[in-house]
């Protein structure tokens, strides 16, 4: 019997519930342990957030792990605040971070959350390099080396960048500028004592290249993550339908992994949990091949897929201003409409050949497109048909448009 998997569909997984990568994390371990800072990349949905937690989890013995998650923050105050109650957990830490802010000191521990988090937000005001820097300071000095896992830093560097509507200001520019530049400079600083893991789900190039900050992260290592190969995608369907006794054959495996084609985590155990859901409603737990392809078009097409979906367009809307997210949705509706978007349909859907080229980069590097012999299409042929299903209809194809 091989081992049996709880499914999990939306948020990280990490532990028990976590399924494969086992040479990603090796790899990904080997960088910590070398001393490197590293970048993740990877598309929506890949498993990077469960990928930093399962990596935490495991290297915890050795490393002092921070899990930071900047995607509510808005300031560069807001990320040292996180920082510091990301080390509240380690009750050796805990005081010394307390002394660098002098009205909590020894009652770092004690202080409830939500009256720490304004009280941090207190003494950080006007300056939180300073403090940010005694704590990092606190962390490099500690017997066991540290490693500060920095979620949705993207998020917050876009915030910042944006500070009035979609359009990218220059005070944004200068605070997003400073942010990144000490997160930099303490990278170097402390190399060696502190590892700075950044990811997101957005990308950070892409974001960083627009506000001309593309140099930057350059002493981070990237790391892409990439889909499930089929037999991890193979393995995991059949670990999930042996924990909820689903028949599913082999034929059926198959048709799941041939549908999806590229293995994103998250689709993976969306459409198991669609088949399963669809077995438990019929009464009978099995699943046959016409079953997978019923429940592609009814359920993974239908609402559930499409808030899926709504979450990828509102990332697009978040890393572009308005109208040139517009001209996005445009390009991505033409693939999905024409199969594939050909140099000739995408110049005529943007005229201007550096915002193409901006453009097309963030849609490349957040993984919606890959170019092919043909032109660009969909790098997964899921999202595809949602943006198919979704804005097909509305869309005015180039070549109905009598220019091709
Ligand atoms: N190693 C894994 N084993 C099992 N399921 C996984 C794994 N990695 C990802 N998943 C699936 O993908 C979902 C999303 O995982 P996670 O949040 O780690 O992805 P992410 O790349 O951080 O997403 P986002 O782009 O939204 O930040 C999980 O709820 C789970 O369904
Ligand atoms: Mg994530």
């Known amino acids: 019997m091989g081992r049996k998997l709880k499914r999990e569909v939306g948020n990280w997984v990490s532990g028990d519930r976590f399924w494969g990568r086992e040479s990603d994390i090796a790899s990904f371990t080997q960088f910590l342990d070398e001393g490197a800072h590293v970048l993740l990349i990877a598309p929506r949905r890949m498993g990077k957030t469960s990928l930093m937690r399962e990596v935490a989890r495991r290297i915890e013995p050795r490393f002092t792990c921070l899990f930071v998650d900047l995607e509510r923050g808005s300031t560069a105050a807001d990320a040292i605040v996180e920082l510091s109650l990301a080390a509240r957990p380690h009750a050796n830490l805990g005081e010394r971070i307390g002394d660098v802010f002098r009205s909590i000191g020894s009652r770092f521990h004690e202080i409830q959350v939500d009256e720490l988090k304004i009280k941090l937000h207190d003494a950080l005001a006007g300056d939180w390099q300073t403090k940010g820097d005694r704590m990092l300071g606190v962390l490099a000095d500690h017997d066991r080396g540290a490693v500060i896992f920095i979620d949705e830093l993207p998020i917050l560097i876009n915030r910042l960048l944006r500070t009035e509507g979609s359009r990218i200001t220059p005070a944004g520019r200068a605070a997003a500028d400073q942010l990144v530049s000490w997160l930099r400079a303490a990278a170097q600083r402390h190399q060696g004592h502190i590892r700075f893991v950044a990811s997101g789900s957005i990308g950070l190039a892409p974001v960083l290249r627009q506000a001309g900050l593309s140099a930057t992260m350059n002493g981070f290592t990237p790391f892409d993550l990439d889909p499930w190969d089929w037999d991890t995608a193979r393995g995991c369907l059949l670990a999930l339908a042996s924990n909820y006794e689903l028949e599913l054959p082999a034929p059926a495996v198959s048709r799941i992994l041939a549908r999806l084609g590229f293995c994103v985590p998250h689709h993976v155990q969306m459409f198991f949990s669609h088949v399963y859901e669809d077995a438990r409603r019929r009464g009978a737990l099995v699943c046959t091949v016409s079953d997978v392809d019923r429940v592609y078009e009814e359920r ?12 990828m367009v509102e990332r697009l809307r978040l890393v572009l201003d308005a109208e040139r ?13 024409a199969e594939a978007l050909t140099p000739s349909s995408a110049r005529m859907i943007v005229k201007e050949p550096a915002v193409l080229r901006e453009l097309l980069g963030v849609l490349e590097h957040d993984g919606y497109l890959r170019l092919e012999d043909d032109g660009y299409r969909f790098v997964s042929g899921l999202v595809g048909d949602w943006w198919r299903k ?7 194809s180039v070549e109905q448009r009598g220019y091709a």
């Open 300 to 311: 993974m097409l239908g609402s559930r897929g499409h808030a899926e979906l709504d979450h």
């Open 390 to 396: 979704r804005f097909g209809f509305e869309h005015v």
């Open 325 to 337: 997210a517009e001209l996005a949705f445009g390009l991505l509706s033409e693939t999905a409409v």
